[in-house]
């Protein structure tokens, strides 16, 4: 390879350049030709290729599934607890990886829409999802409404039960659900 | 041969009856001559000796058949080269004469030329691939075909594109010295773009290589190289490759570190299995893990297919390979590098997409 880049060039070269303007030169001085020397005479070394010693991997992702690949690492496995499968920027649309409060059965929406204050009686819904997704705001502010109305009704029909006491052989109510009142998360 | 046809005829006639020769040859002393020989009274040795020669081979020769001989049973039976292979304990001696190939190579003029550097007897032949990374065989199965059908341009039949004019225009001859002058460059700047050709099946863009680079500010500083080995080391383990490194070409006086003087740099170049290898894991397992990474900014890119990032300390110090004896690098020696995305497509646009599909998230403003 270095054979091309360590082409020798004689020094038979003019080295005053007014003589080339003259027409007539004398005959035992040089012409302006370089010899480029075809021959390189010097040897190189082939080198061996240096190649770091690499084990094969098995990667492990968070949702379980696994690939293998070639590292310098000599850990076996690699389980990964972070990565493409649960990261909100590939995942865009999950609604799971987004910083949403977990609010399935509505009790927190409840409590807000019967002891919230103005600053979140207003907005029953987390400001940052609110912002991101109206829909789901839309959504969860329906859910907070359903549920609320759910509860006066079933308050309704406990007095109801209450009066109608013995009267007819109803069957027993559906278990009271009191909401715990365990705060924000 | 041809312009001569008896010749040829002959010829072919030959090869149909072999046996002419032979029977012409055999009985050599019985046949009588085509010369006459009444007019050649001179006879010369050679005339008869070859003819006599050969009969007397032929009286020499077995007129039974070696082929007719019968091998016996229990030698066929045994004759079982697998078995005898398999029952081999120990591995039998390697032949004799063993290529070696020349340590050095001597120029293209001398004897002893060193083999290829694809022949296994090379002291360049690296092995390999060992194994199909997951990112490629995703390139083949699934980006590639979908590159191709998003990339497509119906044209009806006959279409013909309108023709562009030059990219290196003519010099009006306006002036007499306008002769022999070299073209002049484009409009608007002198770079030429490549040229981007609609994407077929044949020109998909696929990433063609990786190049870590990494440029150690501290390399000259304290007068010792261990900041240039670790970063080295490091750069080694995350990759698989065995790094360059390279000396300044500038003066930076407030980092000490002068030009053609001080190593400050490393490099490596990820082709094939070990390229694709790196980027499944730069997808799947590091980038993620970045804090508040938000991707590849979309401005970046050569416009000519190739993007560049960026990776911090923090961000290398994620990679496996690292944190897996992370106590072997000093900390503060761990190097940031920049990490580039060599594609064969022609422009940034096409290389984004190809990059994107392989799982790097882009933001920002896309440029071109």
């Known amino acids: 390879m270095s054979m091309h880049t360590s082409l020798r060039r004689t020094a038979a070269t003019i080295t005053n350049s007014t003589t080339t303007i003259l027409p007539t030169r004398l005959p035992t001085q040089s012409s302006g030709t370089t010899f480029v020397c075809s021959q390189c005479r010097h040897a190189t070394l082939l080198r061996r290729p240096k190649r770091p010693y690499t084990f094969t991997q098995l990667i492990t992702l968070s949702d379980g599934s696994t690939f293998t690949h070639r590292t310098t690492s000599p850990a076996p496995i690699y389980r990964s607890t972070r990565d493409t499968r649960n990261s909100l920027l590939w995942n865009p649309s999950s609604s799971k990886l987004m910083n949403v409060e977990e609010d399935e059965a509505g009790r927190l929406a409840a409590f807000r829409a019967r002891f919230g204050r103005s600053f979140d009686a207003s907005a029953p819904v987390v400001e940052t999802e609110a912002a991101k997704d109206p829909v789901a705001a839309k959504q969860a502010e329906a859910d907070a409404k359903a549920q609320a109305k759910a509860d006066q009704e079933e308050e309704d029909n406990l007095l109801d039960l209450i009066s109608a006491f013995g009267q007819n052989e109803a069957p027993p109510p559906p278990e009271k659900k009191t909401p715990k009142f365990t705060g924000k998360k | ?368």
């Open chain 2, 1 to 368: 041969m041809i312009t001569n046809p008896s010749h040829y005829i002959s010829h072919r006639m030959a090869a149909r009856e072999p046996s002419r020769y032979l029977t012409r040859a055999l009985p050599r002393a019985s046949v009588p001559s085509i010369r006459p020989q009444g007019f050649l009274s001179r006879r010369n040795v050679s005339d008869e000796a070859p003819a006599r020669r050969l009969s007397d081979h032929f009286t020499e020769l077995e007129s039974a058949s070696s082929l007719s001989t019968t091998v016996p049973n229990s030698a066929a039976a045994s004759f079982d080269p697998l078995a005898r292979a398999a029952a081999r304990k120990n591995q039998l001696p390697r032949g004799r004469y063993q290529f070696r190939s020349p340590k050095y190579n001597r120029g293209p003029l001398h004897p002893h030329q060193p083999p290829p550097p694809s022949h296994p007897s090379s002291r360049l032949f690296v092995p390999g691939p060992f194994s199909a990374p997951r990112a490629e065989q995703t390139f083949d199965s699934t980006v590639s075909p979908d590159i191709m059908t998003l990339c497509y341009v119906h044209t009806p039949p006959g279409f013909k594109p309108p023709p562009k004019s030059a990219r290196l225009r003519e010099w009006d001859d306006s002036s007499p010295y306008h002769k022999n002058r070299v073209l002049r460059g484009p409009r608007g700047g002198d770079v030429l773009r490549l040229l981007r050709k609609p994407i077929k099946f044949n020109n998909i863009p696929e990433i063609e290589r990786i190049t870590i680079h990494s440029y150690v500010k501290n390399a000259a500083a304290e007068r010792n190289s261990s900041w240039l080995h670790v970063a080295g080391i490091a750069v080694q383990a995350i990759s698989n490759v065995r790094v360059e490194t390279f000396k300044s070409k500038s003066n930076v006086a407030p980092w000490g570190i002068a030009a053609n003087r001080d190593s400050v740099a490393v490099k490596a170049e990820l082709f094939g299995e070990n390229m694709y290898h790196f980027l499944g894991k730069l997808v799947d397992v590091v980038l993620p893990r970045i804090k508040d990474w938000e991707g590849v900014k979309g401005s970046s890119g050569d416009s000519s297919g190739n993007i560049t990032f960026g990776l911090v300390p923090e961000n290398v110090a994620l990679f496996p390979e690292l944190e897996i004896n992370y106590d072997m690098y000093p900390p503060k020696m761990i190097p940031g590098c920049h990490i580039t995305l060599h594609t064969t497509a022609k422009t940034d646009k096409d290389a984004r997409l190809l990059l994107s599909a392989m799982g790097i998230p882009f933001y920002g403003k896309i440029v071109n």
